[in-house]
């Protein structure tokens, strides 16, 4: 099946910095999205990407479908931006997501 | 308020007992997914349906059993023939062809 993988596994940054997370993906996708789970489990949808770019206030996301990868970015991190970041993909026809393990990001004031 | 619930939030299961996690939307979305979550793992599908009575096997159902009488619920049963049921579970619904919306999930040990 398709694999997924995203990078880096654990990021600390101090308040306000900027950071970039990639999300690689082994095979051609249908959709792709980004998901926020903060620390009590529950996810939050970010973005709904299959391809190009998209802003959502601080944060954007890029998904280059020809090279199998897309990127979010977060500006200006803030201590509520803290939690894990999921890259989900699926291949078409059932919605089936397939996710990645995530990234941990940790913002300290 | 529209959205989908999860209950119960946390559930205690001694050994050799079934136990079932409930999963409810009024969002009128067709399809309803059920995940598992593991410590520092992503998110695996059990079980998901697409439409009233009607499932399909995810990546890891043994174990796991599902029933969908009802567009609003889609309850996912533990069964004693899960070998390490616990974890974190989680539940999503869609409308089709978007984004997936997902509960706040049940968190189940094992005794």
């Known amino acids: 099946g398709i694999q997924v993988e995203q990078s880096p596994p654990d990021l600390i940054l101090q308040e306000g910095a900027n950071s970039t997370l990639r999300c690689n993906f082994s095979?051609?996708?249908?959709?792709l999205q980004w998901f926020h789970q903060n620390p009590w489990g529950q996810l939050i949808n970010l973005f709904y990407?299959?391809?190009g770019t998209k802003q959502n206030g601080r944060l954007s996301a890029t998904t280059v479908a020809t090279e199998r990868y897309s990127l979010l970015y977060i500006s200006s991190s803030q201590t509520t931006d803290s939690g894990v970041y999921f890259c989900?993909?699926?291949?078409?026809?059932?919605?089936?997501?397939?996710f990645g393990k995530g990234t941990k990001l940790t913002v300290n004031p | 308020d529209g959205g989908i619930t999860q209950s119960p939030k946390y559930l205690f299961r001694k050994e050799g007992q079934n136990v079932t996690l409930s999963c409810e939307q009024n969002?009128?979305?067709?399809?309803m997914y059920w995940y598992r979550q593991d410590p520092g793992q992503g998110l695996r599908l059990i079980y998901y349906?697409?439409?009233?009575?009607?499932?399909q096997k995810g990546d890891i159902a043994e174990g796991y059993s599902v029933s969908r009488e009802k567009k609003e619920s889609f309850p996912l049963t533990v069964t004693s023939a899960q070998k390490n049921p616990t974890a974190f579970y989680l539940c999503?619904?869609?409308?089709?062809?978007?984004?997936?919306?997902f509960g706040p999930g049940t968190r189940l040990t094992v005794l």
């Open positions: 990407i299959p391809s």
């Open positions: 095979d051609s996708v249908n959709n």
């Open positions: 969002l009128n979305h067709d399809a």
């Open positions: 989900a993909v699926d291949q078409g026809g059932s919605e089936k997501l397939v």
């Open positions: 999503a619904s869609s409308p089709e062809g978007d984004t997936q919306y």
């Open positions: 349906s697409q439409i009233v009575n009607d499932f």
